[in-house]
């Protein structure tokens, strides 16, 4: 069974992620990576990191909550732009031609939406709402996967109550969700179930679940093996995958893809043990590569 956090740890983390997300509004990026350890044993043998090539793929593009001009509708050959100077510096480059290509880099991108409740919304907070039965409810959702039996059976009992924790449950339970989802966007899932076993709330704990409250930039960068020489592990498996991120409200994405690349840029096709958390550095000069190719492209 796993276990639940106390009251206290509770009140010690929502002040914790009060402090945060105000002392660490800037421009810092957070990066996790991971690879397979026999890729990354083969691609760094005799200390010298191998050239690979590579094309893109169009992944998904996950929009937020706010009309956002500099990332709404911003095409894909932008993105890439942006990410093949970085690649370049551990050693990837554009291909010459598709049937010549090592990997496959298949990038998600977007913006997170954040975990608002319909309480903070309307700008009112009760603190005496018993959420017992809400908390009951939503275990049961979870194991059933069905909302509608919960509303009707809390309306037959009082139906202007039921409709307020109705209202109150779906909330929760979108909240929830979202917030698993933003944890899967960002690269933060293991690092948060990790630190769910401590009883001490860390400034590093506190700093992610910040950051899922908030609307982030994003980028997920997937390597596939595109020639199938790579035999080991699962066929559809990613031989590396790469979590990027930096706060929206105030930035721009364009400005924002800079960061966060630059950052991210030395730990392409590495694994980490747990999260970066960085600023770019001010570089100058510019990098010459060939021409991009992005898969299903329409010319």
Same mark, same amino acid.
């Given at each position: 069974?796993?276990?639940?956090?106390?009251?206290?740890?509770?009140?010690?983390?929502?002040?914790?992620?009060? /402090?945060?997300?105000?002392?660490?509004?800037?421009?810092?990026?957070?990066?996790?990576?991971?690879?397979?350890?026999?890729?990354?044993?083969?691609?760094?043998?005799?200390?010298?990191?191998?050239?690979?090539?590579?094309? =893109?793929?169009?992944?998904?593009?996950?929009?937020?909550?706010?009309?956002?001009?500099?990332?709404?509708?911003?095409? =894909?050959?932008?993105?890439?732009?942006?990410?093949?100077?970085?690649?370049?510096?551990?050693?990837?480059l554009p291909t010459a031609a598709v049937d010549q290509a090592d990997l496959l880099l298949v990038v998600h991108w977007g913006t997170t939406m954040p975990?608002?409740?319909?309480?903070?919304?309307?700008?009112?907070?009760? =603190?005496?709402?018993?959420?017992?039965?809400?908390?009951?409810?939503?275990?049961?959702?979870?194991?059933?996967?069905?909302?509608?039996?919960?509303?009707?059976?809390?309306?037959?009992?009082?139906?202007?109550?039921? =409709?307020?924790?109705?209202?109150?449950?779906?909330?929760?339970?979108d909240r929830d969700a979202r917030a698993s989802s933003n944890a899967q966007l960002l690269g933060y899932t293991q690092d948060l179930r990790r630190f769910?076993?401590?009883?001490?709330?860390?400034?590093?704990?506190?700093?992610?679940?910040?950051?899922?409250?908030?609307?982030?930039?994003?980028?997920?960068?997937?390597?596939?093996? /595109?020639?199938?020489?790579?035999?080991?592990?699962?066929?559809?498996?990613?031989?590396?995958?790469?979590?990027?991120?930096?706060?929206?409200?105030?930035?721009?994405?364009?400005?924002?893809?800079?960061?966060?690349?630059?950052?991210?840029?030395?730990?392409?096709?590495?694994?980490?043990?747990?999260l970066k958390v960085g600023r770019p550095d001010v570089k100058e000069g510019t990098v010459k590569l060939a021409p991009l190719i992005i898969i299903g492209?329409?010319?």
């Amino acid at each position: 069974m796993e276990r639940q956090p106390s009251p206290l740890r509770l009140n010690l983390l929502w002040c914790a992620v009060l /402090f945060i997300s105000s002392a660490f509004a800037d421009n810092q990026v957070t990066v996790n990576a991971w690879a397979r350890s026999d890729y990354v044993k083969r691609r760094e043998s005799d200390g010298k990191v191998r050239q690979e090539t590579y094309v =893109f793929g169009a992944g998904r593009y996950f929009s937020g909550t706010t009309v956002d001009r500099s990332i709404d509708g911003l095409p =894909f050959r932008e993105i890439a732009e942006f990410l093949a100077p970085e690649l370049a510096r551990r050693n990837y480059l554009p291909t010459a031609a598709v049937d010549q290509a090592d990997l496959l880099l298949v990038v998600h991108w977007g913006t997170t939406m954040p975990r608002v409740t319909l309480d903070q919304m309307r700008g009112t907070t009760d =603190f005496s709402i018993d959420r017992s039965d809400e908390r009951a409810a939503q275990r049961e959702f979870n194991d059933t996967m069905g909302i509608s039996g919960l509303v009707s059976d809390v309306n037959d009992a009082d139906l202007k109550t039921g =409709f307020e924790q109705s209202e109150r449950l779906t909330d929760d339970l979108d909240r929830d969700a979202r917030a698993s989802s933003n944890a899967q966007l960002l690269g933060y899932t293991q690092d948060l179930r990790r630190f769910s076993n401590s009883a001490k709330v860390t400034e590093e704990e506190a700093t992610l679940r910040a950051n899922l409250e908030e609307e982030r930039y994003f980028v997920v960068i997937k390597a596939y093996d /595109f020639q199938g020489r790579w035999s080991l592990g699962p066929k559809n498996r990613p031989l590396w995958t790469l979590h990027m991120n930096m706060r929206s409200p105030g930035q721009n994405f364009k400005t924002a893809m800079t960061c966060m690349s630059r950052v991210a840029a030395d730990y392409f096709g590495r694994k980490m043990d747990g999260l970066k958390v960085g600023r770019p550095d001010v570089k100058e000069g510019t990098v010459k590569l060939a021409p991009l190719i992005i898969i299903g492209e329409v010319k």
